[in-house]
């Protein structure tokens, strides 16, 4: 009987391996490029890492403004003034604090990152006014492109609803001023990528779908500059630690997470006796796109093998579409669920469309099972208010899930 378990298990080890893939993505010697990768069609395009400044996103319900920091571009808001100030910027003994993209998420570039999470009308580099639907700049910026090169930099609106951003940047005495009005609605990119260094929009993105993002991000947790992989937005992902990578197939839908940087960098790590990167052996993530307009949507597991750092920057690693033969975990859409108030205080309002026997579920960013609530609701929309009054302070994760269908969502406990 041992004899036979044991040549049944090699025979399922070996079907799973067959059906794993391995894969190596390039971003060049010294980490020049950026690429953006899609689980069934590969590296979908290879970008010259530099040839953007700041990105605009293309929603028209968003107001998310990217800095390239991870090309060595350095954003700070002008502490002396505002947009108002714009004729007398000053920037003698510049000490400033610089602005980072979140890691978090998509929606808090560097332009958002001083967001007044007091005021809801705030977004960092503007506010909003409910009558005209603009989004007024009220910011100044200086954005150092190189050592020898700044500009100062006016985010000056938004008209949300014509969906159109304008700007305006210039030499710090003002000479060769440049001001821009575009239709973002005119590109079908997720963010619109713009040079102030050339003065010009840039084809960046790719319009095809992608899941992962292979780049270069300055990591505020640590802190300093990595290179790593970043997840689009919509792609929910679980980490596990611990297992065996190449048979571990027990993931959890409600540990998975929408963390951009989940899968991050710090999967391997600088060998300063050999000067290579080691690997680690026992992490393997499993990924999901929630948004990749699939009727269901499969989960990928991946796990890396080997990085060959500066030298050529390539990444290898196994996947495997774990749903292949299967009907996959359908993801109900973004509009069927949404909570308030984020940042909340002492209760928060889930709004959704699930019916039957749902289960609301509250983790911590490490994956602990904070609170479960369960309830029987009916066809249409229902509201639920969770008492969150005892949870310390931080971020958390809610799962809502019904039948075979799962939303995650992060919020913030005041």
């Known amino acids: 009987m041992k004899r036979t378990f044991t040549l049944l298990s090699l025979i399922i080890i070996s079907t799973s391996l067959f059906s794993q893939t391995e894969v190596q993505v390039s971003t060049g010697a010294g980490y020049t490029n950026e690429v953006y990768y899609n689980f069934d069609e590969g590296s979908l395009k290879t970008a010259d890492r530099t040839e953007w400044d700041i990105a605009f996103i293309s929603s028209q319900m968003s107001v998310s403004i990217l800095a390239n920091t991870g090309s060595g571009l350095n954003l700070y808001t002008y502490p002396n003034g505002t947009i108002d100030d714009w004729a007398t910027v000053d920037t003698t003994g510049i000490e400033w604090n610089p602005l980072y993209n979140s890691i978090e998420t998509w929606e808090t570039g560097a332009f958002n990152a001083n967001t007044d999470t007091s005021d809801q ?68 990119t997720t963010y619109i990528h713009y040079s102030i260094k050339n003065g010009e929009f840039v084809d960046h993105e790719p319009e095809s779908r992608w899941q992962l993002l292979f780049t270069r991000y300055f990591d505020y947790n640590v802190p300093y500059y990595v290179t790593g992989i970043l997840a689009n937005s919509g792609v929910s ?143 249409g929309l229902n509201n639920q208010i969770l008492d969150i009054e005892k949870l310390s302070p931080g971020i958390y994760s809610l799962s809502i899930r019904a039948n075979n269908e799962t939303v995650n969502r992060k919020f913030v406990k005041k």
Do not use: C
Request: aromatic letters at 16%; glycine letters at 6%; charged letters at 20%.
């Open 237 to 379: 992902i679980q980490e596990v630690t611990g297992v065996d990578q190449s048979t571990f197939e027990d993931y959890d839908t409600t540990l998975f997470n929408d963390t951009i940087s989940q899968i991050g960098w710090d999967w391997k790590e600088f060998n300063m006796n050999t000067y290579q990167y080691d690997i680690a052996d026992d992490i393997v993530f499993f990924v999901q796109d929630t948004l990749d307009g699939k009727d269901t949507h499969p989960i990928w597991k991946i796990y890396f093998t080997a990085f060959g750092g500066s030298t050529d920057g390539v990444y290898t690693f196994m996947q495997e579409n774990l749903n292949e033969e299967q009907t996959g975990i359908n993801v109900s859409s973004e509009a069927d669920f949404s909570i308030y108030p984020n940042p909340a205080n002492n209760q928060l309002n889930i709004i959704h469309s699930f019916n039957g026997e749902v289960e609301i579920s509250i983790y911590s960013l490490e994956g602990k099972l904070i609170l479960r609530n369960s309830t029987i609701e009916s066809n």
């Open 121 to 188: 009308f705030d977004f960092g580099w503007g506010q909003y006014n409910m009558t005209n639907h603009f989004i007024s700049g009220d910011s100044l910026y200086i954005i150092e492109i190189n050592d020898t090169t700044y500009k100062k930099l006016a985010i000056t609106e938004k008209d949300a609803m014509n969906n159109q951003f304008s700007f305006k940047y210039a030499d710090l005495d003002g000479n060769n001023e440049v001001s821009e009005t575009f239709d973002a609605d005119d590109y079908a």
